[in-house]
C-alpha cells in the first residue's frame, strides 16, 4: 500500500507543477431569510496551486473568513462569524490565457464557540460548529504570479441549527426557515515561483 501511495505521488509530481502562495480580500456577506443588511469583511489564506495541464489546476486553500450581516437595529451587535476554511478550489483555465473559472467547495469552522476556543467569548455564540459550502468565481492570473479573482460562496447548511432568528425583532424563534451564509469575495492572490 506504501508502495502504491508513494508511486501515485510520483507519477502526480512528474505531471504536475505545484506552487505556494498568499489570497486575501474583502468579503461582502449575508445571511438569507434574516433581514440584516450586507456586512463588509474580509478573507486571507495560503494555498498550494497543482498545474495537472495547461486547462486544469488544483488548488487546496486553507485560511480565515469573517463573514455574517450587518443588524439595522441600533442597540444590537451585528453578527460576526468568524470561519477557517478548508477548500479545494478547481481551476478550468481558457487555453492560452491567465483566465479561469473556479468551482471550489469548502469546510468551513466556526473558531468562535468550539471546543478550540481561538477567540470564545464567555457566552459564546449560537452558531452551527461547521458550514459545507460551493464557490463558483472567475479569476485572472498573470505571467508575474498576480492574480484577481471574484468568487460567490453559498453555504447549505442552517447557520443556527434549526432556531430561526428575527433580527428585526432580536428574538429567536423555532421556525421551518433556513438561514445560509451568502458571501461575495473579491480579491488577489500572489503564486511564488520558486
Known sequence: MTVIF??????????????FGLRG???????SNSGLETKLGGYA?????????KLYALQPEVGYSNQGGKTKLFNADDVEIHYISITAANKFYVKGTGLHFI???SLDFDFDDTPVSLVNREEGNDITFIDISIAVGLGYEFKNG?????????????VFSGDFHDFSEEQSLYEEKNQFNKVFQLG???RFNF
Open 6 to 19: 508513494f508511486s501515485t505521488l510520483g507519477i502526480v509530481s512528474a505531471q504536475s507543477k505545484a506552487s
Open 25 to 31: 480580500g474583502a468579503n461582502i456577506s449575508n445571511l
Open 45 to 53: 489564506g495560503a494555498f498550494i496551486n497543482i498545474r495537472f495541464s
Open 103 to 105: 468551482i471550489a467547495p
Open 146 to 158: 498576480l492574480g484577481i479573482e471574484a468568487r460567490y460562496k453559498q453555504g447549505t447548511l442552517d
Open 188 to 190: 488577489l492572490s500572489y
